[in-house]
């Protein structure tokens, strides 16, 4: 295993499950991104400041560590732009399927007790771990 950092993995791991509970304890929302984002782009009454602030402070992140020294590591794509968005494609329809996405049912969801998400974040790890053998070791990519 390459670069192994468990320090900034946990603090990073703090830092979400904080924002989570910060987030359901001060909003009574739940911090799954498709779901921000899907009603940022139907904004309901009193619900559109909160969903562009959380979004905003999801993009600003990285920025604003580059502005403060941080050095960003090299980000390298071994894929063709078609199977990139082929990717992304199937990973919205994925989220729209389960009824949220990996931060709502892994982070909060498993967080409140949810059998849903339970049972959403058991098939989805499942079907990584199926994807990824059958990529490497029946496929070949």
Avoid: K
Wanted: aromatic share 6%; glycine share 18%.
């Amino acid at each position: 295993m390459e670069h192994f950092t468990p320090v900034s993995a946990l603090s990073g791991g703090l830092l979400i499950g904080l924002s989570a509970a910060i987030l359901f304890l001060m909003n009574g929302r739940i911090a799954g991104i498709s779901g921000i984002l899907g009603g940022a782009l139907r904004p309901a009454a009193g619900e559109f400041g909160w969903q562009i602030a959380f979004l905003v402070g999801l993009l600003a992140a990285a920025p604003l560590l580059v502005l403060s020294g941080y050095e960003m590591p090299a980000v390298s794509v071994d894929a063709a732009l078609p199977v990139v968005v082929a990717g992304g494609l199937l990973v919205g329809f994925g989220t729209r399927l389960g009824s949220g996405c990996t931060s709502g049912h892994g982070v909060c969801g498993i967080g409140r007790g949810s059998g849903r998400s339970i049972v959403a974040t058991v098939t989805f790890m499942a079907a990584a771990a199926a994807t990824v053998f059958l990529a490497r070791h029946v496929v070949g990519a």
